[in-house]
C-alpha cells in the first residue's frame, strides 16, 4: 500500500468512477469502486507535475511538469498522444478546459494566460497583464459566449474575450487570493470565494458584486448547487445556494439571497483538519472533498452521506496490526491523530477520530474484534469492529504526565491493558465489564477508563510493554539499556535484564518457551532466559536499531524490522539468518503476524504498508514436484540412451539446461562404432535454438582438458556443414566464439607439442640400429 496522493489538485470524472490526483511526478488515477490505483501517468522528464485537467467528456488528461511540457494523454490506454512547449516562461500553475473540449488555457507563474486549440494543436491567444502568478483559470460554461476569468497574486478577476482577444473587465471585491470561480445554471451569475473568509456572487452583465457573504473561514473551495429543493441540507427554496469547503474542515451550505449557513456538518472528534479542495460531479450526484491529512472524502451530494474514504498519503507510518477473527482488515497508525482501517479484499478505508495527537502505538486483543492504541496525547483508547467491518470508539483513558509510547493487551482474555509511557511509569488498565458485554449500545458514548496500578518502572523512557502468554508477567525495555521482568497483577519486579549496549525498543515473550526476546539500538536481537534472567543467544545482522521483533512459526523463528528498512527472519535454532527481505527505504516501525502465522505486516517511515505472505510450504511442494520432474526426465533420458535414439535424448538433455547430461549424451554418441557419421546427423537435425545451446555448452566443455575432445567434435560438425550465415543467427555466438578460441589454442599447442614428441619417438624408433646377437657354435655328431 503506497501514497497515491501527496497533495495538489484533484479531479473526479463526470461519471464518479474515477479519481485523478498528483502524486509527485504522477497523475495517479484512482478507481472508486475498489480504490485500487488502475494507472500511474508519468511524463519522460520525470519531472513534478506542477498542473493537470481532465476534459469536460473525460476522454483527454493534459499535464504540466517543471520542464514546461504539456502532454496531452489517452488516458484509458496510458500513453502521450502529443508533447508540446508550454511557451511560458515559468511553470504553469493552473489549467481549463473549455466545455465543448476544444480549448485550454493555462495560466503560468510567468503572469500570461495562453489558450490551446487541442484538436488541431496550435496555440491561439496570448493574454498579458495579470501580476505574479496567475494561479486560477476557467471558462464561462456557455461557449457562444467565448468569456475566460482568470485570477492572479492581486485577488483581482480578469474577465477575456476571446473573440477581441482583450480583458473586458477586472472585477474586485477580494482581498486575498481568490480560490474558486463557479457559475449559476443560466451563466449570468458567477461566484468566487478567497481565503479572505467571504464569496462573492458576480453579476456577469454588469461585473459588478451583487452580494457579499462572510463565511468566517478562509474558503478553499465553493460549488453552486442545483437550483432545487434538498431538504436532506435545508435547502428549502429554489434560490440560489453554494456550499463551501475549508479551514473548518466542514462542508456548509449557504444561501445566497440571505447570507445565512443553512446547513453544517457536524464536527468528527479530535483536532480539526482543514479541507484543500472540493469538488461536485453532477450527473453523478457524488461530492468530493480533500482535507490536510490528504484523505480523500466522497459524499452522496443530496445528504452529504459519506460514502467512501481514501487515505492518500500516511507520511510516516508508525505501528500496523491485522484486526478482525479471520484477520481480515488491517489497522495502522500513521504520524496523524487519526487511525486508518483498511480492509484487505476491496482496501476500504475507514479514518478514526478519537486522539487529539499523533497516535504511537496498537495492539489487538485475541478474539480481533477490539483493539487499543495510545498516543501522544497523553491518552488510551479502546476500539471495537462490529460484523459489518465498522469500526468505533467504546472506551478512553487517561492518566499519564508524559506521551504513552506503547501499549499491550491480554492475551488470554479481554480483561485488561499495560501501557508504558515516557514519564517512565507502567499503568494497568482492567477492562469495565460494561464494554464486554454483548447488549452494549454503540451510541452510549465511550467508557471512561481507570488505571487499577501503576509502577515507575525505569529511569528513562519506556519504549515497550509485553505481556506473557498466561496473563501472568509483564516485560518492560527502556531507553536505559534494561529489560525488567514484572508479575501481574500487582506490577512486582521479579528480575532485571541487562546485556544490550543502548536502549531497547522491543521485548516479546515466546509463545511456546518461558523466554523473552529484546530488540536494541545497538543492532543485536537477544533472547533470556526468564528462569535465571540469563542471555541464551544473541543475533548479530542489522547494520542499525532493530525496532521490532516478534516469534514466528510456533516460537522456533524470529521476525525482526530495522531502521536500515530491512525485514530478517532468524532461525533460533542454529542463529542463522535465513532471509532478509528489502522492500521498506526507511525505517520499519511496525511489525505484525497473522494468528496463524501464514501472513505479516510491516510499516515503515517511507509510508509504505507491506502484507508478506508465508510462501515456506509452496517452495518446498515446488522443489518435491520439480525433483520427481528430474527424476522421470533422467529416467527417460537412460531409456533413450539404451535405445540408441540419440536425437531424442539430446533434445530432451539440452531442455533440461544440465551441461553435464548433455555431455553424457555426446559421450555415449562417441562409444557407437559410427561415432563420426551419428554425431554428425542427431546435430544437424537439431533447432537453431538447440544448436546455440549445445554451443554454449560447449564453451564449458571446452575449458577442461578431459572434456574438450567433445567440445572440440561438435565444433567440427557445426563449423564443416554449417552456413556462416546460419552460425552467426545463433543466441549469443559471439560470446561463444569468444570464449571458445583461448582454450581452443591452447588444446591445439598441447596436441601439437604431443605430436612433435610422438613424431621424435617414432623416428627414433625406426632408426635404432641393435647389435647382431653372436650365433653359438655349431657341434659336429662325431664328437659324440
Known amino acids: 500500500m503506497e501514497p497515491f496522493y501527496k497533495g495538489g489538485k484533484v479531479q473526479l470524472d463526470q461519471t464518479g468512477q474515477h479519481v485523478f490526483c498528483v502524486c509527485g511526478t504522477k497523475v495517479n488515477v484512482l478507481d472508486v469502486a475498489s480504490g485500487a490505483v488502475l494507472r500511474s501517468l508519468e511524463q519522460e522528464d520525470q519531472e513534478d507535475i506542477t498542473a493537470f485537467e481532465l476534459s469536460p467528456d473525460d476522454q483527454v488528461l493534459v499535464t504540466a511538469t517543471r520542464a514546461l511540457l504539456l502532454a496531452q494523454w489517452a488516458w484509458r490506454e496510458g500513453s502521450i498522444t502529443r508533447l508540446w512547449k508550454a511557451i511560458h516562461t515559468a511553470p504553469v500553475a493552473t489549467m481549463a478546459f473549455d466545455p465543448t473540449s476544444t480549448l485550454l488555457a493555462t495560466g503560468g507563474c510567468d503572469g500570461a494566460v495562453r489558450v490551446w486549440d487541442i484538436v488541431r494543436h496550435y496555440g491561439t491567444h496570448h493574454f498579458r497583464g495579470s501580476p505574479g502568478v496567475v ?8 461557449p457562444a459566449r467565448l468569456l475566460l476569468f482568470s485570477s492572479a497574486a492581486d485577488a483581482t478577476i480578469r474577465m477575456w474575450s476571446l473573440q477581441d482577444q482583450s480583458c473586458l473587465a477586472v472585477m474586485t471585491a477580494h482581498y486575498s487570493a481568490v480560490t474558486s470561480l463557479t457559475f449559476s445554471a443560466d451563466g449570468h451569475t458567477m461566484l468566487s470565494s478567497g481565503r479572505d473568509k467571504i464569496c462573492v ?9 451583487t452580494r457579499t457573504v462572510p463565511v468566517f473561514e ?6 453552486l448547487l442545483p437550483e432545487e429543493l434538498v431538504p436532506k441540507l435545508d435547502v428549502k427554496s429554489k434560490g440560489l445556494h453554494f456550499l463551501t469547503a475549508g479551514d473548518q474542515g466542514l462542508l456548509r451550505v449557504w444561501e445566497a439571497a440571505s447570507g445565512q449557513c443553512v446547513y453544517a456538518q457536524p464536527q468528527p472528534p479530535g483536532p480539526r483538519q482543514g479541507l484543500t479542495h472540493c469538488t461536485l460531479a453532477q450527473s453523478a450526484g457524488l461530492l468530493l472533498s480533500v482535507t490536510t491529512d490528504h484523505n480523500l472524502l466522497l459524499y452522496e451530494a443530496r445528504s452529504l452521506q459519506l460514502q467512501k474514504q481514501f487515505a492518500g498519503y500516511s507520511e510516516e507510518v508508525l505501528d500496523v496490526r491485522f484486526l478482525g477473527p479471520e484477520d481480515s482488515h488491517i489497522v495502522v497508525a500513521s504520524n496523524s491523530p487519526s487511525l486508518k482501517v483498511f480492509e484487505l479484499q476491496t482496501m476500504t478505508c475507514q479514518i478514526l477520530h478519537g486522539h487529539t495527537d499523533i497516535v504511537l502505538a496498537l495492539d489487538v486483543f485475541r478474539k480481533g474484534r477490539l483493539f487499543a492504541s495510545c498516543a501522544k496525547d497523553q491518552s488510551i483508547c479502546i476500539w471495537r469492529m462490529n460484523k459489518a467491518g465498522r469500526v468505533a470508539c467504546v472506551a478512553q483513558g487517561s492518566g499519564h504526565t508524559h506521551s504513552v509510547g506503547t501499549i499491550c493487551c491480554s492475551r488470554l482474555k479481554e480483561t485488561f491493558l499495560v501501557t508504558g509511557s515516557q514519564d517512565c511509569t507502567v499503568k494497568l488498565w482492567p477492562i469495565p465489564e460494561a464494554l464486554l458485554s454483548k447488549g452494549t449500545a454503540p451510541d452510549s458514548g465511550p467508557i471512561l477508563l481507570q488505571a487499577q496500578a501503576t509502577q515507575r518502572c525505569h529511569d528513562k523512557d519506556i519504549n515497550s510493554v509485553a505481556v506473557a502468554p498466561n496473563d501472568k508477567l509483564l516485560a518492560t525495555g527502556s531507553q536505559d539499556r534494561t529489560a525488567k521482568l514484572w508479575a501481574l497483577p500487582h506490577c512486582q519486579l521479579l528480575g532485571i535484564f541487562s546485556g544490550h549496549r543502548r536502549g531497547l525498543w522491543c521485548v516479546q515473550f515466546s509463545p511456546m518457551d518461558q523466554v523473552l526476546a529484546t530488540a536494541s539500538a545497538d543492532g543485536t536481537i537477544k533472547l533470556w532466559a526468564l528462569q535465571d534472567f540469563s542471555c541464551l543467544k544473541t543475533f548479530e545482522g542489522h547494520d542499525a536499531s532493530v525496532l521490532k521483533v516478534v516469534f514466528v512459526s510456533r516460537g522456533t523463528q524470529l521476525l525482526s524490522s530495522g531502521s536500515d528498512g530491512l525485514v530478517k527472519l532468524w532461525t533460533i535454532k542454529n542463529n542463522e539468518c535465513v532471509k532478509t527481505l528489502d522492500a521498506h527505504e526507511d525505517k520499519v516501525w511496525g511489525l505484525h503476524c497473522s494468528r496463524l502465522d501464514d501472513r505479516a505486516l510491516t510499516g515503515a517511515s517511507d509510508s509504505c504498508v507491506i502484507l508478506w505472505k508465508d510462501v515456506t510450504e509452496e517452495e518446498q ?4 514436484a520439480r525433483r520427481e520432474e528430474e527424476v522421470v526426465k533422467q529416467q527417460e533420458l537412460d531409456n533413450l540412451l539404451y535405445e540408441k535414439r540419440y536425437l531424442r535424448a539430446l533434445g530432451l538433455a539440452i531442455s533440461l539446461d544440465r551441461p553435464h547430461t548433455v555431455l553424457t549424451v555426446i559421450q555415449a554418441i562417441r562409444r557407437d562404432p559410427e561415432a563420426c557419421k551419428k554425431l554428425g546427423a542427431t546435430v544437424l537435425r537439431l533447432r537453431r535454438d538447440q544448436k546455440g545451446a549445445l554451443l554454449r555448452f560447449c564453451v564449458t566443455w571446452n575449458t577442461n582438458s578431459r572434456h574438450c575432445h567433445e567440445a572440440q567434435a561438435v565444433l567440427g560438425v557445426l563449423l564443416r556443414h554449417e552456413a556462416p550465415e546460419e552460425l552467426l543467427a ?12 583461448p582454450y581452443t589454442e591452447r588444446h591445439f599447442q598441447r596436441l601439437s607439442r604431443t605430436l612433435q614428441a610422438a613424431t621424435f619417438l617414432d623416428f627414433l624408433w625406426h632408426n635404432m640400429k ?3 646377437l653372436p650365433t653359438a657354435p655349431s657341434v659336429a655328431p662325431s664328437a659324440l
Do not use: R
Not at 453579476?203 to 458584486?209: E, F, I, T, Y
Not at 545463433?730 to 578460441?741: H, I, M
Open 621 to 624: 511442494s515446488e522443489e518435491q
Open 730 to 741: 545463433y543466441p549469443g555466438v559471439q560470446a561463444s566464439l569468444e570464449a571458445l578460441l
Open 770 to 772: 641393435l647389435p647382431t
Open 201 to 209: 456572487i458576480w453579476d456577469l452583465q454588469s461585473h459588478q458584486a
Open 135 to 142: 494561479h486560477l483559470v476557467t471558462f464561462h460554461p456557455d
Open 218 to 223: 478562509s474558503v478553499e473551495a465553493a460549488v
